[in-house]
Nanobody, 129 residues
Framework: HVQLVESGGGSVQAGGSLRLTCAASGDVVSNYCMGWFRQSPGKGREGVAALYAGSGSTSYADSVRGRFTSSDDSAKNTVYLHMDNLKPEDTAMYYC???????????????????????WGQGTQVTVS
């Protein structure tokens, strides 16, 4: 099964940008819907973006649409979350996660929430002030 390692979190001022990286090993990311989730203290885990590398299909939560972009590099077996125009409410621990997926359209991948995802990275903290 796939193993995931995130990196790229940090502290940034409002309006700034960060790029999170999720490096996969053990299997190719194109066999999965790759989701990005975030969780802040006292809140549940929120799915913010999903990518199916097999087709390039992406979907986003309303809270981040237009500001966040998910992409992949198949040669590196890595997915990215580009975050622009960051806001204080984006402060959270961010996780990448994977669930097996072979539908060319990724919409619906996040609908069942985090419980549908089988594999998780360790998380990376994003703080926006």
């Amino acid at each position: 099964h796939v193993q995931l390692v995130e990196s790229g979190g940090g502290s940034v001022q409002a309006g700034g940008s960060l790029r999170l990286t999720c490096a996969a090993s053990g299997d190719v990311v194109s066999n999965y819907c790759m989701g990005w989730f975030r969780q802040s203290p006292g809140k549940g885990r929120e799915g913010v973006a999903a990518l199916y590398a097999g087709s390039g299909s992406t979907s986003y939560a309303d809270s981040v649409r237009g500001r966040f972009t998910s992409s992949d590099d198949s040669a590196k077996n890595t997915v990215y979350l580009h975050m622009d125009n960051l806001k204080p409410e984006d402060t959270a621990m961010y996780y990448c996660a994977a669930r097996p997926w072979h539908n060319s359209v990724v919409s619906g991948c996040l609908d069942a929430g985090s419980v549908a995802f089988d594999y998780w990275g360790q998380g990376t903290q994003v703080t926006v002030s």
